[in-house]
């Protein structure tokens, strides 16, 4: 009961979250509502069949997750002890399994309502699942730490929401091998969890409702914006080229695409928040929490782990920074931010026929892709810079209120070879992923099916994979060993490692190897989405 109800209180909330920010943003940008209203079912009868059909998906995703675990833990009951219900461990009564199912049908209802309101208020698929994937992955998680260690108007403020209700209905079956009598901490009452829950159910689908029906469907619908943004683009490139003087050497005439894709990236909010990501995460909890966690130590959740101060210091602030790159402090990998940055850009694109426009305005498909790949890079390369320049400013502001010195002798700032080779990984890092995400985004040509691909990679199947290394070895770890994350994990400890939780450096494979194993991915994430793009049909 205690492993099937975790999933759907934990981690498990974000796919739900991301899946109504689908369904309706998806309806909104596509026209499809548009097409659905035309047909005569009303409003409100709409947003209802959405509704049920929400229910039925997480209805079945209980039903699985209850049948196959029940199932393994009465093989595993039978082979260990001979029965199917030993004394050591029965099975739960019925009304034990009836309150996990309704647990496990109440939490994810209520991240999938709000994914709901999140699509009809937003109105994009793209910008939608971005804000739902920043509240689940980042800004929950975040509150939560924050409220935990410095209580007061942020304990409040956090167990109002529904992730402290969610954690409380998680924790009431007891720990993962404690049993249902392990005392858990529970940030709400589970009774009154519950009727949280429930509230904020009813108060988003009601929204939702209200929003669907004061919102014009006509206007809000319309496809046309994304092409146009191609077209003003391009038509500005093209007569700020044919006024400018002309050059001795031409421009490569992929530059052309690189420009067109820098003005269509800067006006989208969802590119904005993933290329800001590791800057975020740097600034505030490589940082901000962790300088909170030094000087409330001993106090909240940080007893008895709170960070060693040099570490905030100037002297590591290159490691600190490339710690970003991968899982970070607060247990968040940040590549999931840039395969889905690629993947964004990418499957918009396709789904969009925006890639149809950019190829009528003259530059070839090639080109076009260069352009593209090129532009993302630019990004990237300038994001992983931004996360340097915060971190250093950070650590120097840290070593002024601690020492009166922006560095001192006891952690002098790193020599400028360290810093390039930091930076170089750091961008190395982004741009492997990013690619990978560009790659998924042309072979689904669609950004919704990229975006569950990257979901299921970064939330089963490496998880999953990485556990069955660490546990069985042998052929899985070495080909474990050979996926991009390991030499991502490689190169954000290429100057040691500053969690709180541990000093100890473990490098899964040699940085020469890590450094050459991510090139090459970078490379055939490139080719393979060019070669897909040459041979597609784009009608």
């Not at 974000?14 to 097409?35: D, I, K, N, R, Y």
């Not at 889905?340 to 070839?364: E, F, H, K, M, N």
């Not at 055939?524 to 009608?539: C, E, T, V």
Request: proline share 5%.
């Amino acid at each position: 009961m205690i492993v099937a109800t975790l999933p759907f209180a934990f981690s498990g909330t974000a796919p739900f979250l991301v899946l109504g920010a689908l369904m309706t943003g998806g309806t909104w940008s596509s026209g499809a509502l548009q097409t659905a209203l035309l047909q005569r079912p009303g409003r409100l009868r709409t947003l209802a069949g959405q509704v049920l059909a929400l229910l039925v998906v997480v209805a079945v995703a209980v039903l699985v997750t209850f049948v196959v675990i029940g199932g393994f833990s009465l093989a595993v009951a039978r082979a260990q002890t001979g029965s199917w219900s030993p004394e050591i461990s029965p099975f739960p009564a019925v009304s034990v399994v009836a309150r996990g199912a309704g647990v496990c049908l109440l939490v994810p209802l209520t991240y999938a309502a709000a994914g709901l309101l999140l699509g009809l208020l937003l109105r994009n698929a793209s910008a939608a699942v971005a804000v739902a994937l920043l509240w689940s992955v980042v800004l929950e998680g975040l509150l939560d730490v924050v409220a935990l260690q410095a209580g007061g108007v942020f304990q409040v403020i956090n167990d109002a929401l529904p992730g402290a209700s969610a954690v409380s209905l998680g924790s009431w079956f007891g720990a993962v091998g404690g049993g249902p009598g392990t005392q858990m901490y529970f940030r709400v009452a589970p009774a009154t969890a519950v009727w949280v829950l429930a509230g904020y159910l009813c108060g988003f689908v009601l929204a939702a409702a209200v929003l669907l029906m004061c919102r014009d469907v006509a206007a809000a619908t319309s496809t046309s914006r994304p092409h146009a943004e191609h077209r003003k683009a391009q038509a500005r490139l093209r007569d700020g080229e044919e006024r400018s003087p002309r050059r001795l050497l031409p421009a490569p005439r992929w530059s052309a695409s690189v420009r067109a894709e820098l003005l269509v990236l800067r006006k989208r909010p969802v590119a904005w928040a993933l290329l800001l990501t590791t800057p975020f995460f740097t600034l505030v909890t490589g940082y901000g929490l962790n300088y909170l966690f030094y000087v409330t130590a001993g106090t909240g959740v940080s007893q008895g782990v709170s960070p060693s101060l040099p570490t905030l210091l100037p002297g590591e602030f290159v490691a600190r920074a490339l710690s970003n790159f991968g899982f970070n402090d607060v247990g968040v990998d940040t590549s999931a931010a840039f395969l889905l940055l690629g993947a964004l850009v990418a499957g918009s694109d396709w789904s969009r026929r925006t890639i149809t426009t950019s190829t009528v305005q003259g530059p070839t498909r090639l080109e076009t892709f260069l352009g593209q790949a090129a532009a993302l890079v630019l990004l990237l390369a300038l994001s992983a810079a931004a996360t340097f320049v915060l971190a250093a400013t950070a650590s120097m502001a840290i070593a002024q209120r601690e020492f009166g010195l922006a560095w001192t002798g006891m952690s002098p700032l790193p020599a400028a070879g360290v810093v390039a080779q930091g930076l170089a990984a750091a961008v190395l890092i982004s741009v492997a992923f990013a690619l990978a995400g560009l790659a998924l985004g042309t072979a689904t040509r669609s950004s919704s099916g990229a975006i569950g691909a990257v979901l299921v990679w970064v939330i089963v199947v490496q998880r999953q994979l990485d556990t069955l290394a660490t546990q069985v070895g042998g052929v899985v770890q070495t080909f474990t060993n050979l996926l991009p994350n390991t030499s991502q994990a490689t190169l954000t400890q290429l100057f040691g490692s500053v969690s709180p939780y541990s000093t100890a450096t473990d490098l899964p494979v040699q940085a020469s190897v890590a450094v050459g194993l991510l090139a090459a991915y970078s490379v055939a994430f490139l080719l393979i989405p060019a070669y897909l793009l040459q041979r597609r049909d784009l009608a």
